[in-house]
């Protein structure tokens, strides 16, 4: 993208960024229009130029949510194409794993909700059991955010693409944050008391329901498809090298169960 069109780009973001409410869904239909030929990777280098020139990140994540909504279709139609890497490769580990993390996500929200329905520890029978290894599970899962923060995200780094990093690791500290006392509160949560629990842990579930389920949606959207477009080929071996060393959280990948029954 050329100088000129990435500034009419972040013109566009700006005026997404100021509309009033009642402005708002107009804006929306011209922005439509606009992004219909905006990748990735040109999207998240116009939100790191707007940063550097004062936005917030906190602010440009709320802006993310707009303009995500208005180019959910283009994006969704380029994300389709990381689907023919193969099952080996960085991207379709971490899109496969995303896929248990919701599946789990779900899970945990319907077993709260029962639990919370049940009115007590005794009526609600093995649904704190089942909390308990959730929590476990998602404490594990940050071996996932690991390899996108060793393996990935400095390689982007080194292509001179850092703001959107810098925005994924912050959102990763927020939810381990929340993952921690979630699971310090399950653990101890007959020791609180049914009331103090519910009321302590139900706001860090739904959060994670919530916040967790956007952050996957961003990256399979456009972080994915913005590294497999900044990446050189070549780099993506050295990637899967570094996912090794520090591990998987929800399975091992094909290749490697298929090394390890040949030993």
């Not at 009033?20 to 939100?47: I, N, R």
């Not at 193969?86 to 709260?112: M, Q, V, W």
Request: aromatic share 8%.
């Amino acid at each position: 993208m050329d100088v000129e069109k990435r500034e009419e780009l972040k013109q566009m973001l700006k005026r997404l960024h100021e509309a009033k409410p009642e402005e708002l869904e107009g804006v929306k239909s011209q922005a439509e229009k606009y992004f219909k030929e905006t990748d990735p990777a040109e999207l998240a280098m116009a939100e790191q130029e707007l940063i550097q020139e004062g936005v917030g990140r906190q602010e440009m994540k709320r802006l993310c949510d707009v303009h995500l909504e208005v180019m959910k279709k283009q994006l969704g139609a380029q994300a389709k194409s990381l689907q023919m890497l193969p099952a080996s490769h960085p991207i379709s580990i971490l899109k496969d794993e995303h896929k248990i993390i919701k599946r789990n996500l779900k899970k945990l929200k319907r077993t709260f909700d029962k639990l919370k329905r049940a009115g007590s520890f005794e009526k609600a029978g093995k649904d704190i059991n089942i909390l308990k290894e959730l929590s476990h599970f998602f404490l594990d899962t940050e071996k996932h955010h690991d390899r996108e923060e060793e393996g990935i995200f400095p390689r982007l780094i080194a292509h001179g693409v850092t703001e959107p990093p810098e925005i994924f690791k912050e959102d990763h500290v927020e939810f381990k944050a929340k993952k921690r006392v979630l699971n310090e509160l399950i653990m101890s949560a007959e020791k609180k008391g049914f009331e103090e629990f519910v009321r302590e842990a139900g706001p860090i579930v739904d959060f994670l329901a919530k916040n967790l389920d956007d952050h996957i949606y961003k990256e399979d959207n456009i972080l994915y498809p913005m590294s497999y477009q900044t990446l050189d080929k070549d780099e993506w071996k050295d990637v899967r090298k570094k996912f090794d060393a520090i591990g998987y959280c929800c399975f091992a990948p094909a290749d490697l169960k298929k090394k390890d029954r040949t030993k």
